[in-house]
């Protein structure tokens, strides 16, 4: 596609259930972050893909959160036992790859609005 | 580490009115900094970034410079339009290994007809 992709674009879960968010990412694109974007603030880093190596995911807040990334392009953010706190946007972008330099643009889906009741 | 500080909003202001929406950022090293953009309903975009001391960002009419001395970045747009209605994120980008942005809380400009 032209753009990321993010599905599903709302998700309301009970509070325990598993949730799975999928982020198509631009076509070639290495790179790959999730971001936590809470009501009102800024996006707030989860993780980070090059390819399927997830390199970095410091952001992630607890145990519960996993994400994975196996063939290199989709990725998928799983949180288990969703608690209320967990509600927010999650933005995936992309990027051509992180060598090209720290001035590199990334690429954002519309994000998924996950409300835990 | 690394933050980026943005003004409180909502911003509102007249059609054709002057905009600054001030960023200072705290960092180690020599960052590039950003500005994102997002309109309602759709991902955040890159309006302009500035990769070094004293460059200047330009896109769309808008504005920045990159202060080192005052560790600055503020959007600037002579006149605005409804059209720019939307909410700005601020953000640097570090070296020192992944280059991860980190972002501001972003502002949000409302601009009547």
């Known amino acids: 596609g032209a753009g990321v992709s993010q599905s599903p674009r709302y998700k309301v879960a009970k509070r325990g259930q598993d949730v799975a968010l999928r982020c198509d990412p631009i076509s070639g694109h290495v790179s790959l972050f999730w971001y936590q974007q809470a009501l009102g603030q800024g996006p707030e880093f989860l993780t980070y893909f090059q390819n399927e190596a997830q390199l970095d995911k410091s952001g992630l807040p607890s145990d519960r959160f996993f994400a994975e990334r196996p063939e290199g392009s989709v990725s998928t953010l799983k949180i288990q036992r969703t608690q209320q706190e967990d509600s927010a946007v999650y933005l995936c972008a992309s990027s051509l790859g992180v060598r090209r330099g720290r001035d590199e643009k990334l690429f954002f889906g519309s994000g998924t609005q996950l409300s835990v009741l | 580490g690394d933050s980026v500080t943005q003004m409180e909003g909502p911003v509102t202001l007249s059609e054709e009115a002057f905009l600054t929406i001030n960023c200072t950022y705290t960092a180690t090293g020599y960052p590039s900094l950003f500005w994102y953009v997002q309109y309602p309903g759709e991902g955040l975009q890159l309006l302009l970034k500035?990769?070094?001391?004293?460059d200047k960002g330009s896109n769309k009419g808008f504005e920045a410079t990159y202060r080192k001395e005052t560790t600055s970045f503020h959007l600037e747009k002579g006149s605005v339009q409804v059209s720019d209605s939307a909410v700005y994120f601020c953000?640097?980008?570090?070296?020192?290994?992944?280059?991860?942005?980190?972002f501001g809380r972003g502002t949000s400009l409302i601009v009547h007809p």
């Open positions: 953000a640097l980008s570090e070296g020192g290994g992944s280059y991860i942005p980190t």
């Open positions: 500035a990769t070094k001391a004293d």
